[in-house]
């Protein structure tokens, strides 16, 4: 019979429930009320997936930019673990806005990839933390491991500006940037609504794949006990007593 799992802690539960509903109020306002783009038709959809994960993207690399930097001033494989789920999953959603990119420049640009600015720095900031997680592996040493990716992780943030900002310092075939622009293109009211829903699912989401990972590590390391122990009634035998 399999043990009885604990159940989810309270923040978890919240942010689940938080993400199932942003997800929910964006799917209905970017299909159903937000309207085609004029020029680019149905397929800028994709911009309510692909914009959040991008920015998610950003962000998870800045929190391996500033967990990196406390793990060499403390020293404590804490701070460690949260660059790690932050790097693993800055990984994943830059991989994911590169697919839906080039599903997005298919239609629009009529094929799927160009020598774009944009999508030369984005794969180079992809192969840069794919690199950051690898180095963890060289070597049996966790601490030396860990300096190294810390190492890594500083130094690889300086090309998030570089992706970001490639659309205004080059000429480029990528719109410019739709959230975090000098200067904003202006955006239908609905339009903006659903990719604001987009990005708070998005964060939320990524928040609770990043909390859950961290206590991962944490019991890889030994660091916590492991989270599905039951925690059932303890059996005490009594002195004399037959079992």
Same mark, same amino acid.
Request: aromatic letters at 6%; proline letters at 8%; charged letters at 20%.
């Given at each position: 019979m399999t043990p009885p799992r604990r159940r989810p802690r309270l923040p978890d539960r919240v942010l689940a429930v938080g993400a199932a509903l942003t997800s929910g109020a964006a799917l209905v306002v970017a299909l159903a009320i937000?309207?085609?783009?004029?020029?680019?038709?149905?397929?800028?959809?994709?911009?309510y997936v692909?914009?959040?994960?991008?920015?998610?993207?950003?962000?998870?690399?800045a929190l391996v930019l500033v967990a990196s930097v406390a793990y060499l001033l403390r020293r404590d494989l804490?701070?460690?673990?949260?660059?790690?789920?932050?790097?693993?999953?800055?990984?994943g959603m830059t991989a994911l806005a590169i697919v839906l990119g080039s599903l997005w420049g298919r239609p629009v640009w009529g094929t799927w990839?160009?020598?774009?600015?944009?999508?030369?720095?984005?794969?180079?900031?992809?192969?840069?933390y794919a690199g950051y997680l690898s %180095? &963890?592996? #060289?070597?049996?040493?966790?601490?030396?491991?860990?300096?190294?990716?810390?190492?890594? +992780?500083?130094?690889?943030? !300086?090309?998030?500006?570089v992706v970001h900002f490639s659309v205004v310092w080059w000429r480029t075939l990528h719109q410019p940037a739709t959230v975090l622009s000098p200067d904003p293109a202006p955006m239908d009211a609905r339009m903006a609504l659903a990719l604001l829903l987009a990005v708070v699912a998005f964060s939320l989401a990524g928040?609770?794949?990043?909390?859950?990972? %961290? &206590?991962? #590590?944490?019991?890889?390391?030994?660091?916590?006990?492991?989270?599905?122990?039951?925690? +059932?009634?303890?059996?005490? !035998?009594?002195?004399g007593a037959r079992p």
């Open positions: 937000a309207p085609p783009d004029a020029m680019q038709g149905q397929a800028q959809r994709l911009m692909h914009v959040p994960a991008a920015w998610l993207a950003y962000a998870c690399f804490r701070w460690d673990r949260r660059a790690q789920a932050a790097g693993e999953l800055g990984v990839w160009v020598w774009d600015p944009r999508l030369v720095t984005t794969v180079v900031l992809l192969l840069v %180095v &963890r592996g #060289l070597g049996d040493d966790r601490d030396t491991g860990a300096r190294r990716a810390a190492a890594v +992780g500083i130094l690889g943030f !300086v090309n998030v500006p928040w609770l794949v990043l909390r859950r990972r %961290v &206590r991962a #590590l944490a019991e890889h390391d030994g660091a916590l006990p492991p989270q599905d122990l039951p925690a +059932g009634p303890r059996i005490v !035998v009594r002195a």
